[in-house]
Protein backbone atom coordinates (compact mmCIF):
# COMPACT_ATOMS: atom_id res chain seq x y z
CA UNK A 1 0.00 0.00 0.00
CA UNK A 2 3.15 2.58 1.11
CA UNK A 3 4.55 1.62 -2.59
CA UNK A 4 1.11 2.32 -4.20
CA UNK A 5 0.51 5.39 -2.39
CA UNK A 6 4.36 6.88 -3.25
CA UNK A 7 3.68 6.02 -6.67
CA UNK A 8 0.72 8.45 -6.30
CA UNK A 9 1.91 11.15 -4.76
CA UNK A 10 5.36 11.26 -7.53
CA UNK A 11 3.18 11.20 -9.97
CA UNK A 12 1.17 13.83 -9.38
CA UNK A 13 3.84 15.95 -8.23
CA UNK A 14 5.24 15.73 -11.61
CA UNK A 15 1.82 15.92 -12.99
CA UNK A 16 1.19 19.18 -11.16
CA UNK A 17 4.58 20.34 -12.31
CA UNK A 18 3.83 19.99 -16.11
CA UNK A 19 0.61 21.06 -16.07
CA UNK A 20 1.88 24.59 -14.37
CA UNK A 21 4.58 27.56 -15.10
CA UNK A 22 6.84 29.23 -13.31
CA UNK A 23 6.44 32.94 -13.72
CA UNK A 24 9.24 35.35 -13.60
CA UNK A 25 8.78 38.26 -11.25
CA UNK A 26 8.60 40.78 -14.28
CA UNK A 27 5.92 38.82 -16.14
CA UNK A 28 3.74 38.73 -13.05
CA UNK A 29 3.93 42.48 -12.53
CA UNK A 30 2.63 42.80 -16.01
CA UNK A 31 0.13 40.20 -15.66
CA UNK A 32 -1.07 42.03 -12.63
CA UNK A 33 -1.15 45.22 -14.44
CA UNK A 34 -3.63 43.65 -17.16
CA UNK A 35 -5.58 41.78 -14.27
CA UNK A 36 -5.87 45.99 -13.10
CA UNK A 37 -7.50 46.49 -16.73
CA UNK A 38 -9.88 43.88 -16.45
CA UNK A 39 -11.03 45.70 -13.00
CA UNK A 40 -11.09 48.74 -14.63
CA UNK A 41 -13.28 47.13 -17.63
CA UNK A 42 -15.80 45.30 -15.37
CA UNK A 43 -16.01 48.52 -13.16
CA UNK A 44 -17.53 50.15 -16.05
CA UNK A 45 -19.31 47.75 -17.67
CA UNK A 46 -23.24 47.91 -17.64
CA UNK A 47 -23.41 44.75 -15.34
CA UNK A 48 -25.28 43.53 -12.42
CA UNK A 49 -23.70 44.25 -8.80
CA UNK A 50 -23.93 40.40 -8.47
CA UNK A 51 -22.27 39.66 -11.68
CA UNK A 52 -19.85 42.39 -11.01
CA UNK A 53 -19.30 41.25 -7.59
CA UNK A 54 -18.43 37.53 -8.87
CA UNK A 55 -16.07 38.55 -11.81
CA UNK A 56 -13.81 40.95 -8.96
CA UNK A 57 -13.91 37.59 -6.84
CA UNK A 58 -12.37 35.37 -9.80
CA UNK A 59 -10.14 37.79 -10.38
CA UNK A 60 -9.30 38.11 -6.83
CA UNK A 61 -8.66 34.28 -7.18
CA UNK A 62 -6.56 34.29 -10.16
CA UNK A 63 -4.48 36.94 -8.05
CA UNK A 64 -3.97 34.32 -4.73
CA UNK A 65 -2.94 32.08 -7.73
CA UNK A 66 -0.12 34.15 -9.34
CA UNK A 67 1.31 34.79 -5.84
CA UNK A 68 2.21 31.26 -5.87
CA UNK A 69 5.67 29.98 -6.68
CA UNK A 70 3.99 27.94 -10.05
CA UNK A 71 0.96 28.94 -11.83
CA UNK A 72 -1.35 26.66 -12.67
CA UNK A 73 -2.42 26.30 -16.23
CA UNK A 74 -5.86 25.26 -14.97
CA UNK A 75 -6.67 28.84 -13.53
CA UNK A 76 -5.22 30.77 -16.52
CA UNK A 77 -7.25 28.46 -18.77
CA UNK A 78 -10.54 28.94 -15.92
CA UNK A 79 -10.05 33.29 -15.76
CA UNK A 80 -10.20 33.01 -19.53
CA UNK A 81 -13.00 31.45 -19.94
CA UNK A 82 -14.87 33.48 -17.40
CA UNK A 83 -13.79 36.60 -18.58
CA UNK A 84 -14.32 35.80 -22.17
CA UNK A 85 -17.91 34.25 -21.06
CA UNK A 86 -19.32 37.94 -20.70
CA UNK A 87 -21.24 38.81 -23.90
CA UNK A 88 -19.03 41.46 -24.89
CA UNK A 89 -21.87 43.83 -25.82
CA UNK A 90 -22.05 44.18 -22.37
CA UNK A 91 -18.68 45.86 -22.13
CA UNK A 92 -18.03 49.32 -22.74
CA UNK A 93 -15.23 48.18 -25.23
CA UNK A 94 -15.08 44.53 -26.02
CA UNK A 95 -11.56 45.16 -27.80
CA UNK A 96 -10.39 46.09 -24.35
CA UNK A 97 -10.96 43.20 -22.83
CA UNK A 98 -10.15 40.78 -25.62
CA UNK A 99 -6.88 42.07 -25.87
CA UNK A 100 -6.25 42.26 -21.82
CA UNK A 101 -7.30 38.55 -21.84
CA UNK A 102 -5.15 37.59 -24.64
CA UNK A 103 -2.04 39.45 -23.18
CA UNK A 104 -2.19 37.73 -20.00
CA UNK A 105 -2.37 34.48 -22.17
CA UNK A 106 0.59 35.42 -24.22
CA UNK A 107 2.00 36.15 -21.40
CA UNK A 108 1.77 33.24 -19.41
CA UNK A 109 2.35 31.26 -23.08
CA UNK A 110 5.60 32.77 -23.37
CA UNK A 111 6.85 31.67 -20.08
CA UNK A 112 5.58 28.50 -20.24
CA UNK A 113 7.84 28.16 -22.95
CA UNK A 114 11.01 29.50 -21.32
CA UNK A 115 9.72 27.03 -18.17
CA UNK A 116 9.82 23.89 -20.97
CA UNK A 117 13.01 24.94 -22.69
CA UNK A 118 15.01 25.24 -18.91
CA UNK A 119 13.43 21.74 -17.48
CA UNK A 120 16.46 19.56 -16.70
CA UNK A 121 15.36 16.23 -17.35
CA UNK A 122 16.98 13.56 -14.88
CA UNK A 123 19.42 11.57 -16.21
CA UNK A 124 18.80 8.67 -17.75
CA UNK A 125 20.62 5.78 -16.24
CA UNK A 126 20.62 2.66 -17.63
CA UNK A 127 19.25 -1.01 -16.74
CA UNK A 128 21.03 -2.44 -13.47
CA UNK A 129 23.12 -5.69 -14.71
CA UNK A 130 22.03 -8.71 -14.10
CA UNK A 131 24.63 -11.10 -12.44
CA UNK A 132 24.67 -14.49 -14.33
CA UNK A 133 22.35 -17.45 -12.56
CA UNK A 134 23.62 -18.83 -9.26
CA UNK A 135 24.32 -22.58 -9.30
CA UNK A 136 22.66 -24.43 -6.54
CA UNK A 137 24.96 -26.01 -4.30
CA UNK A 138 25.19 -29.54 -4.35
CA UNK A 139 23.42 -31.84 -1.75
CA UNK A 140 25.91 -33.51 0.43
CA UNK A 141 27.31 -36.98 -0.45
CA UNK A 142 26.47 -39.72 1.57
CA UNK A 143 29.22 -41.68 2.76
CA UNK A 144 28.17 -45.33 3.02
CA UNK A 145 25.32 -46.79 2.09
CA UNK A 146 23.01 -47.90 3.99
CA UNK A 147 23.40 -46.75 7.83
CA UNK A 148 20.57 -48.60 9.50
CA UNK A 149 23.00 -51.44 10.70
CA UNK A 150 25.28 -48.84 12.69
CA UNK A 151 22.52 -47.50 14.80
CA UNK A 152 23.45 -48.43 18.59
CA UNK A 153 19.81 -49.64 19.77
Avoid at 14 to 34: C, E, H, M, Q, T
Avoid at 124 to 146: H, I, M
Amino acid sequence: LDHYLTQLLVDNSIRAKRDSVLIPPKVKDNIRGYIHGLKSAIDNANLSDAKRADLHTKLAEFEAELEKTRLSLWAVTKIAFVILAVPGSIWTSSEVVMKLTNNVLQAVGEAKAVDDENRQLPPVQGPAALLPPRKEPSPPETVGGDLDDEIPF
